[in-house]
């Protein structure tokens, strides 16, 4: 166990310099600068801001200078855009609130998708499980914005139970947190109808019903946990991506979290701050997968961590 | 064990996840402010002398006060720190006398006088090379201040070489401005050297101490001669600026020459003061942080959360505090202006700066009284790169501009009563606009040419151009930062060059910073543009346009134009003009002498603005003549604004200073029950 973490580790701390060094290139190749605006800059002040941010070096020495703050003060440097604040402050005031947000939508997506899931495998090929997996499809294609919009109207205007955006007390977390989880609950819902097919048709399965065991009994205590095993694996990724963000639902809702702030960066070439964003990317896909790969462990014991 | 572990491993996950539920669910809103309005996107900086934005200026504005505020309902300048003041005779000489219960204050209830040294030290670190303020051209009709913060300076003029130890300090002893160390010197020379695999050369200055001469530069580690010493910068001497405070409450500029809007500039917001003492004990950006933040305006900054909110709240010590009427106000970031409208029509924001274009049909039709839009001082236009051929052409520009259905534009794209444009400079300025409706009654010059008339002209000056229905023009691009509008406009220009001048052009989209780059370089042949004018004067917009100018990006040069731009700065009346004016207020029957004067002075005032404004009139005819810029529409406000807001008036500058601004609580409820909101 732990040679297989401090394996992982080691592999992180590669991934993450790799991504580093992709990263810095890539955004130093883009045209502009951080110090583009409709008005264009001052020739003198562009030298000053230049030079501020060690932008006035050759490539390799701000590599080497960007890395070594990074890596050996462990520090990410001050945004070059909002110049109050540090790339550290900015992701310290974001993290949380994309979390809190992804966290509830997880909880959405989770309950929702296993709940529908689960019954429309035990009841294949009735009406419930057909319109089931219809508002599934539905739900993986329908983009955000969509079921945002459609959401906005029903609950803020026509029915008006929760607060058209903004950020603060739990009614402005459920609508955006709703609309963030349902196409992952859309998505859930086809992995453990799929899951638990497939589980239903083995032999232990028909052990356990041969014991006589009660039918909720198979599927809660026997069945589920072999139908979790692509959920777990999805979920990974997904909840990487779900804590640290959704552009569209931060914008449709004015949720002060992360993602608007990445994509922000990277319109206005914030080096400091996407650079930030990216590494932190990466840590969090990184941990959930390796979570991940713990929780198989866990729930298969046919896997063993090496 | 192993399988002990295994069995908990469900609930573990799952008390980790009702726990973070917990937490979610107990958390509270913030009670809403007495008014809330949506700001657009965050605000970059509180620090008045790095900001360039309107969103960042309706914060600042409201935490700081400048010498002089301008009127909410026409901006004129009117008193702020400055309770009074004089311009001399020549108009180049201002003394502003400062009133003495200006306070500067922070959250935990300190204050500290404000005085005119306050405003010595932030108008000279506004001006810093350091700080390199955008806005910092604002100040450079005030003598020494273009020479400070550009560096230039004369052998033998003293300096001070800020050295790089130590490295933060406070110092107390009259160049309050420094952060290390200052060396007065003389200064001798300066040299660019060349530093290998760097894009910008050293600069290494010789100065002269105690009669030896030394060698200073900011790269100097990076120099292979190690006789050369590290320093910051070298400044001219800070008492070279002309703005000196005479005692504490009275402060003198004095300018190059008269502009007659100097004064409207003392209220803009980038020239705040900022408190010395927190800028030089908590450093930058410690000092911009709340809690540390100390300012002189009518509000105070309480909380201030990125994408989210800033809460600000009456200042109690504000000298003028009897007119701020708000207790609280919230600022949020609203990136979308959709999302700013649902807030607006839920009744959670009272002031929404604009709303999205596919709406404003409906919202017209509606015939509501908060919308009303109003002219703003803002152009839409094309600029037009001059130095690539066919386009360094002004009869192709010409043709160009003179195809192009502005009214179909506002008509079905725009659709908010944009007024269709052919000169830049935006409708609103009063002096302005008579000076060009006295031009069009005196030259007889029927603007209205039909459209016919005009595509007739269009495709002769085109076939004079030598590209007769557009044969031999090359293929030209028509470069835009990707929006739907901007998209919308350009396929329909796209459409009337090729069906009326047989001209073909590609149109490209790119993303915000790929797009200001090109237009930046002059990589592009036509793109398109927006230009905010940054105070209620056309020099804001015909600044522009001066050859070589950094905002210019047209390749455009035009001697005639760069002259009348300006002499409009330095517009007298001659001995004949000023006695023809005394003659017509001599004229008037019987005033006292008294007013007989006020009169005179008012209508030689007025004489002489009216004599700028032709010359900048007619600077901006050459201007629409050379077109090297196409206009294409003049903006309005589209900002909404709830009837119970009190004390907000529509100007051209769309400008709304809270304090003034009330709430008619009675007002607001019955409109509150009347919408059925909150």
Known sequence: MIGFLAKRLLWMALTLWVVFTVSFFLMRAVPGGPFSEERKIDPYALEVFEARYNLDEPLPVQYWLELKRTVWHGDLGLSIRKVDYTVAEIIAEGLPISATLGIVAMAFALTLGITAGVVSSVRRGTVLDFSLMTVATVGIALPNFVVAGIAIVLVVFIWPIFPAAGWGGVQHVILPAFCLGAPYAAYIARLVRTGMLDVLGQDYIRTAYAKGLMPRRVIMRHAMKGAMLPVASFLGPAVAGILTGSLIIEQIFAIPGLAYNFVQAAVQRDYTVAMGLVLTYTTLLYTMNLLVDISYSYLDPRVKLE | ?678
């Not at chain 2, 007495?34 to 914060?59: C, L, M, Q, W, Y």
């Not at chain 2, 200073?216 to 190690?226: E, G, I, M």
């Open chain 2, 1 to 678: 064990m192993r399988l002990d572990s295994r069995k908990l491993f469900p609930y573990f996950a799952l008390l980790l996840c009702v726990g973070a539920l917990g937490w979610v669910f107990s958390r509270k809103a913030p009670a809403p402010a007495d008014f809330t309005f949506a700001n657009g996107d965050d605000i970059k900086s509180v620090d008045p002398a790095v900001v360039t934005g309107a969103p960042e200026g309706r914060v600042i504005g409201n935490i700081y006060e400048g010498l002089l505020n301008w009127d909410p309902e026409d901006l004129h300048p009117v008193p702020g720190v400055a309770e009074s003041w004089e311009i001399s005779e020549d108009g180049k000489t201002y003394t502003f006398h400062l009133r003495k219960d200006a306070l500067w204050a922070n959250l935990a209830g300190d204050t500290w006088p404000v005085t005119a040294h306050d405003f010595v030290y932030s108008y000279r670190r506004f001006l810093d090379p350091q700080i390199a303020s955008q806005y910092a051209f604002i100040l450079f009709y005030v003598e020494g201040a273009e020479a400070f913060q550009r560096g230039t300076r004369k052998k033998g003029d003293p300096v001070d070489v800020e050295l790089t130890d130590p490295p933060q300090q406070v110092i107390d002893d009259g160049r309050p401005h420094a952060r290390g160390e200052m060396l007065r010197a003389k200064f001798v020379s300066v040299e660019e050297v060349k530093i290998e695999g760097r894009k910008r050369p050293a600069r290494v200055y010789t100065v002269e101490v105690d009669g030896e001469q030394r060698q200073y530069s900011s790269k100097a580690d990076k120099l292979d001669d190690k006789s050369i010493r590290k320093c910051r910068q070298v400044l001219n001497d800070v008492e070279s600026i002309a703005i000196r405070a005479l005692d504490d409450h009275t402060l003198r500029i004095k300018l190059i020459t008269s502009v007659p809007y100097f004064i409207n500039l003392m209220g803009f917001y980038p020239l705040s003061p900022v408190n010395q003492r927190c800028v030089e004990t908590h450093g930058f950006p410690a000092w911009t942080k709340v809690e540390n933040l100390v300012t002189n305006g009518p509000f105070l900054m309480e909380s201030r959360r990125l994408r989210d909110r800033i809460r600000l709240i009456k200042n109690p010590h504000y000298w003028d505090r009897d007119k701020v009427y708000l207790n609280t106000v919230d600022v949020l970031a609203v990136s979308s202006d959709t999302t700013a409208l649902n807030l607006y029509m839920t009744g959670k924001v009272d002031w929404i700066l604009t709303v999205p274009a596919t709406v404003v049909p409906e919202l017209l039709k509606q015939k509501r009284e908060d919308f009303k839009p109003a002219p703003y001082l803002a152009a839409y236009f094309y600029r037009v790169n001059t130095t690539r051929p066919p386009l360094d052409d002004p009869r192709v520009r010409k043709a160009l501009s003179l195809v192009i259905n502005r009214q179909e534009i506002t008509d079905n794209i725009t659709r908010a009563g944009e007024v269709p444009a052919t000169h830049l400079v935006p409708p609103g300025m009063a002096d302005y606009d008579r000076a060009r409706q006295q031009h069009r009654k005196s030259s007889g010059d029927s603007a209205a040419t039909s459209r016919e008339q005009d595509i007739k002209r269009a495709q002769e000056l085109l076939a004079e151009a030598g590209f007769p229905g557009g044969k031999g023009f090359r293929k030209i691009e028509l470069l835009y930062n990707s929006n739907e509008t901007h998209e919308q406009i350009a396929q329909l220009i796209q459409a009337q060059w090729k069906e009326e001048l047989g001209i073909n052009i590609e149109l490209v989209g790119k993303e915000w910073g790929s797009y200001l780059a090109d237009q930046h370089n002059m990589e592009y042949w036509i793109s398109r543009t927006g230009w905010i004018g940054d105070y209620s004067d056309p020099n804001t917009f015909l600044d522009l346009f001066v050859s070589d100018g950094t905002q210019n990006q047209t390749g455009w040069k035009n001697a005639e134009y760069d002259k009348l731009i300006k002499l409009a700065a330095f517009v007298r009346l001659d001995d004949s003009e000023r006695a023809g004016v005394e003659k017509g207020v001599r004229a008037l029957p019987n005033w006292s002498a008294k007013e007989h004067d006020r009169l005179l002075s008012e209508a030689v005032d007025l004489a002489t603005r009216m004599k700028r404004a032709e010359v900048l009139r007619q600077a901006e005819e050459i201007l629409v003549r050379e077109q090297p810029i196409i206009p294409i529409y003049h903006y309005v406000s589209k900002a909404m604004v709830r009837p119970y807001v009190k004390g907000f008036y529509r100007n051209v500058r769309d400008d709304h200073p809270l304090k003034g601004i009330r709430i008619d609580q009675d007002a607001k409820a019955r409109f509150l029950k009347g919408e059925g909101v909150r």
